[in-house]
């Protein structure tokens, strides 16, 4: 049996155990009157190597994907995990989320035109075919941020929905990517969040109060802890039978993802939400 064979049998067989893994994730469908049908995992081998204890070390990336009842229909959420396992005789003895130190990849580009213009015609489809498109992904043509990607990912979500740069060389103003440089607002969560409440031109965002009131292509910013610091961004793209929010997001790539994030190890009781509607 190959090592990633073992690691596939070992998660099948986490499924039998009390609390399930993915209890959270479980409860939080179950709240609101959905059921997760059936999980499929695959793993893929990143790396592998022998410690001075002789146990085999993998890195691998795992890939979860749960069939959701929505009552009236069915859809399915996906999530990607870099994790670490050590196996000792066959068996997997250590398995845990360890977010992988891979090199930083840039990818100079042509510099960007930077205009700036009261209104723009933002372009929902555009913005959700990107990200369905880069949801487990990274474009060539964007630095990655491997640790913390959500907001790099999310403005390059509304760059391509149409969303004007502007600011540039300055990256404390505005909100702009350009050949090896960009705003803090275009890859920090925090900065992201005020800078969408706070543009009159250009890219802006109208808070509105209910998740309910989102479109396609439109955005959520997460303050996990409710200490004031926002941590994460996602991008609406479509809608359960309820009318909720489903997202998607980077640094634990997600796809129709269910949008409180209650099932995120982030996630704490005071976290609190803003949503933004586009354009």
Known sequence: MSVMEMINQYWQQQFYLKPHPLQKKLNLHKKHGKKVEQIAVNGKLLNRQQNRNNDIEVVY??????????QQDYYHEEEIEIRKAILTDDKVIDDRLEPLPVEERSVKQQMLDVYQRERFNYDRRAAVQYAERWWDDYNPKYKVFYENDCTNYISQCLHAGG???RGA???SKGWWYSGDSWSYSWSVAHTFRWYLSGSTIGLKGTEVENPEDL????????DFQGDGRFDHTTIVVTKDSQGM??????????????WTYEDSAAWTNDCEYRFFHIG
């Not at 929010?245 to 269910?258: E, K, Q, W």
């Open 215 to 222: 479109m396609p292509g439109d955005v959520i910013c997460y």
């Open 61 to 70: 990336r795992l890939h979860l994907k749960c069939f959701i009842d929505d």
């Open 163 to 165: 969303a004007p740069m």
């Open 245 to 258: 929010p489903l997202v998607n997001a980077h640094t634990n790539n997600s796809r129709h993802r269910y």
């Open 169 to 171: 060389p300055n990256r």
